[in-house]
């Protein structure tokens, strides 16, 4: 669908950032370079709009909206037990095969060669798999929307500096040896733990607020 192919566009733009916060996005050049109509394009801006990457004032433009302090925190808090509920459903699920792709990733991610993006990139086929065999579509579904938003608002170069990668590293092989032992309670609570670390690196970027003191503490 055109729509569709309006919000994979613009949102890839917005995540990548090629588009800056507060970036005015003119929809004619949308249109010319997708070569569609006005009202696809709009029906995404819309669409992401409520999913908290734009602004859209009438009468003025649509902007790149700029993360607001509480809300990110609230997103990733939501993403982190979104995350352990598939976790734990996974524990019941997964395979040899599954396990066996999951060890390959890991070893990979040991390489201290990597770069920032290759690490972040393995990183998220190793969550997906987990995510992925928990078969809870729905929950799924609605957590990626928030990995979406994590990438718009983290940076893999801040998130996977060398000793944050020891520490991920060392969190994810427990991760693995409880899913491997189907110790869903276990993997459930690990991986809540892991992911609002994750959660409180990406909220020291915004100090400035109560909330992630409160949060936190």
């Not at 800056?20 to 109509?37: A, D, F, G, R, Y």
């Not at 995510?131 to 996977?160: H, I, Q, R």
Request: with cysteine; hydrophobic share 40%.
């Amino acid at each position: 669908m055109k729509i569709d192919k309006a919000y994979r566009y613009i949102k890839r733009l917005i995540i990548e950032g090629i588009w800056e916060p507060e970036t005015s996005i003119n929809v004619n050049e949308i249109t010319e370079k997708l070569n569609m109509s006005r009202t696809p394009v709009h029906k995404a801006l819309s669409k992401l709009e409520q999913e908290g990457f734009l602004t859209i004032i009438p009468q003025v433009g649509v902007f790149v909206k700029r993360p607001d302090p509480e809300e990110v925190l609230e997103r990733l808090l939501v993403c982190a037990n979104l995350d352990a509920l598939m976790t734990e459903q996974a524990a019941l699920n997964l395979n040899e095969e599954e396990f066996h792709f999951l060890e390959e990733i890991l070893t990979k991610m040991d390489n201290s060669r990597l770069s920032a993006d290759e690490y972040s990139s393995l990183n998220i086929d190793f969550h997906r798999t987990i995510y992925e065999a928990s078969k809870l579509t729905y929950t799924f579904n609605l957590a990626k929307t928030l990995w979406d938003y994590l990438n718009f608002v983290g940076n893999p170069e801040e998130l996977f500096t060398d000793e944050r990668r020891k520490q991920s590293q060392t969190e994810h092989w427990i991760i693995f040896y409880s899913l491997r032992e189907k110790d869903s309670k276990m993997a459930k609570r690990l991986m809540e733990k892991h992911m609002r670390r994750v959660a409180k690196l990406v909220g020291e970027k915004y100090q400035d607020i109560d909330l992630n003191q409160r949060v936190f503490n």
